[in-house]
């Protein structure tokens, strides 16, 4: 082994050595585990064949802040451009956005989270207005770059100084001893960080991107670029890293820049890169404006100030913009607080088929919960309306197959309920069995599983509602009048103690079935005006069916 090779294995060491140090000290915040799990499995679903729309809204759903901003923000002015406007559940806007588009707002989302968050949430915010600008910026720049995918340019450059980011965020005291070093010695970002931290930003967000799960091709648009003109790029992997080291340096540039000197700083920063994005001055300004309108978007729905921001303000002059857009965020009211009455007795499974001008059982639920499941009944009944709009709104699209608006209909009754988990079962007409196809909630895939039963067998609560066409609400599996009809196979593999039952009858025949449950007795509570929504729901699941018949 040279000499030479033997100091490049022993450098790959020390930095290894270093970022597990760091990633040691990082996994100590009660917050850096959540993220790096939150943004691995979204890496994981995007990376796999077999996982698809409803892992990933699954896997947002999860997070009840994240759910509402993502749907606040794919319906501002951007986003309805390319159909959004009306996008009421995370299914449909993966059918109309597409995959990568939700996935690229999700992450983006999932990290300003994190950084609000955080003590020195001020000078995190100005950090994540500038990356977040990059990448519109890239974004709006993709085609121009003859970058293939605009969804990962987007994430390449907001990725792009993600190690300075991190450091900011878990290593404050490093990071202002690491400018302080930049602004006295005139030590570059890397070798400062390298001497405080052991190894240098660009290192420690490549090796917690890998870490996360990024593929390649954007862990490579983290390096950063050598001085001087930038060649032309020979691939697409190299197109991506030219154009997020443009939008990130084009960031400080503007931030850094006295204004009497704008002209000339341009000047040069164009010849820097003028070989490998051909663009004119005119063009970029053009662009820098087009992306800044962008962010104001994204802004408001994160309760972010751009008029603020000093990054905001510098990069609207240089985009010719005489103020800064968007207006001041309105704050959000405090949630909805839970309302209910108290449960009324019943006997027999007669009494558990939900009939919509019966009085329905509901429970008294914890006046001191906070978790997102309590609902108000307004607000219930508005999320399950807003959920039949964006149905019938796929109902008439063409593109838009059987499974994208069942998961539709099934993450309404999840998220407009506050059920613990929807399960959707499918008839297996070879069989004569009912088959768990998808569902919402913690540890789904498992629990769909259990749902394998014959359409043959004891006439059971779920054979019941199939071959009477009925609705049933179980409050209590161990209730003496209904215990006997909770078949087996549900006792063995499912913990849920009341549920509800939505039969999908297509021609006089059974095809399939809504389950719905909540871990304890009594805590499902269905009111007259939401029950009547969820009917239209499974009507709708019904309607989907007959046309691809």
């Avoid at 340096?249 to 002209?263: H, M, S």
């Avoid at 506050?418 to 768990?436: A, P, S």
Wanted: aromatic content about 6%; proline content about 4%.
């Amino acid at each position: 082994m040279s000499d030479e090779h033997e100091l490049l294995e022993t450098k790959a060491e020390t930095r290894q050595g270093a970022l597990n140090i760091l990633l040691r000290r990082m996994q100590t915040e009660s917050d850096f585990p959540a993220l790096s799990e939150a943004i691995s499995d979204i890496n994981r679903i995007a990376s796999s064949d077999r996982e698809g729309v409803n892992a990933l809204s699954n896997t947002i759903l999860r997070d009840f802040a994240l759910t509402n901003k993502l749907l606040k923000l794919v319906n501002v002015a951007y986003y309805s451009q390319v159909g959004g406007g009306s996008i009421s559940t995370i299914s449909r806007a993966v059918v109309v956005l597409g995959f990568d588009t939700v996935r690229s707002i999700a992450l983006s989302l999932i990290l300003f989270d994190n950084l609000e968050n955080k003590g020195h949430a001020q000078q995190l915010k100005e950090e994540f207005v500038k990356v977040l600008y990059a990448g519109m910026l890239a974004r709006e720049m993709a085609s121009n770059a003859q970058v293939k995918d605009a969804e990962e340019a987007f994430i390449g450059a907001m990725l792009h100084n993600l190690g300075r980011m991190l450091a900011m965020f878990y290593f404050p005291e490093e990071t202002a001893v690491i400018r302080q070093r930049v602004m006295e010695n005139g030590l570059s970002d890397a070798r400062a960080s390298i001497e405080v931290l052991g190894l240098s930003f660009e290192g420690l967000g490549m090796g917690i991107a890998r870490n996360w799960g990024f593929p390649d091709q954007l862990v490579q648009t983290m390096k950063v670029l050598p001085d001087g003109k930038v060649r032309k790029s020979a691939n697409n992997i190299d197109r991506l890293q030219t154009l997020a080291a443009f939008s990130n340096e084009l960031c400080e540039v503007v931030l850094g820049t006295p204004d009497a000197d704008r002209g000339k700083v341009l000047a040069k920063f164009m010849t820097r890169f003028g070989d490998s994005l051909a663009i004119t001055e005119k063009q970029l300004a053009g662009l820098m404006e087009k992306s800044m309108q962008d962010i104001a978007q994204f802004a408001l729905a994160v309760r972010v100030n751009l008029k603020q921001s000093t990054f905001a303000q510098q990069a609207s002059k240089w985009a010719g913009m005489a103020i800064v857009p968007g207006a001041a965020p309105v704050p959000e009211s405090d949630p909805d607080s839970p309302q209910g009455e108290g449960p009324e007795a019943r006997a027999g499974l007669e009494a558990n088929v939900l009939r919509e001008h019966a009085p329905m059982l509901e429970t008294n639920p914890d006046e001191n919960a906070s978790t997102p499941q309590q609902l108000t009944s307004e607000k219930s009944q508005s999320i399950l309306t807003s959920g039949l709009q964006d149905i019938s709104n796929s109902l008439i699209d063409d593109t838009v197959s059987v499974n994208d608006i069942l998961r539709m209909i099934l993450e309404a009754m999840y998220t407009g309920m506050g059920f613990t988990h929807v399960v959707l079962c499918i008839k297996d007409g070879r069989r004569n069995t009912m088959c768990g196809k998808f569902g919402f909630g913690e540890g789904v895939s498992s629990l769909i599983k259990s749902f394998d039963f014959s359409l043959a067998g004891k006439p059971d609560v779920f054979l019941v509602a199939l071959q009477n066409n009925s609705d049933i609400l179980i409050t209590d599996i161990d209730d003496a009048k209904i215990a006997s009809r909770i078949p087996a196979w549900y006792r063995q593999n499912i913990a849920a103690r009341t549920f509800v039952l939505f039969p999908i009858i297509v021609k006089g025949k059974p095809i399939g079935l809504i389950y719905a449950d909540r871990p304890d007795p009594g805590e499902i509570t269905i009111p007259e005006k939401e029950l009547s929504l969820l009917k239209s729901l499974r009507n709708q699941a019904v309607l989907a069916i007959r046309q691809s018949l």
